[in-house]
């Protein structure tokens, strides 16, 4: 398949992926695997078997109480993958498991603490946690530059900052 092939297959799955009745993706995906011959093979072997598993008009009859996606446990199972090797230890798993355990408990945390700063509300950010620094602001910024420090303090607690691995 050339490249104008397969992004004309690639919207006719996506079409066929989309369809919410099951009479109408069972209709496209038929015609999905006679018009591309050269994909055939694939979409018999791949996706025919598991379609129930990937086609939304199967997903939307399932009750997944409001989960319809697996990434984050397939971004568990790559970061295991890639810290097991053949000589591996089973220390070395339990480790890169707790590591990723650890690194979910803290974002719980401070996804928890967004929220309880959001209740306690924006105004008081400034004297909770910036008290000397905007005593500083008052005593050597005019009235307008200061408004505008405080704004930049008080949007600073909705930032997301990471630590990045440099080894990585």
Request: net charge positive.
């Amino acid at each position: 398949m050339n490249t104008v092939q397969f992004n004309e297959f690639l919207k006719d799955f996506y079409t066929c992926y989309n369809t919410m009745v099951i009479d109408i993706f069972k209709s496209r995906f038929e015609v999905l695997k006679s018009k591309y011959a050269a994909a055939t093979s694939y979409i018999k072997r791949q996706l025919e078997p598991c379609q129930m598993k990937w086609a939304v008009c199967y997903i939307n009859n399932q009750f997944t109480a409001g989960a319809n996606s697996t990434q984050q446990i397939k971004s568990f199972n790559k970061k295991i993958h890639n810290c097991i090797r053949v000589n591996s230890f089973l220390m070395t798993l339990v480790k890169e498991i707790q590591k990723l355990l650890d690194q979910e408990s803290e974002y719980t945390r401070v996804e928890k603490y967004k929220r309880q700063i959001l209740m306690v509300g924006v105004v008081t950010i400034l004297k909770t946690f910036f008290n000397s620094l905007n005593a500083i602001v008052d005593e050597y910024l005019t009235d307008p530059a200061s408004i505008c420090i405080r704004k930049q303090i008080q949007k600073c607690f909705f930032y997301d900052a990471y630590k990045l691995d440099p080894t990585n």
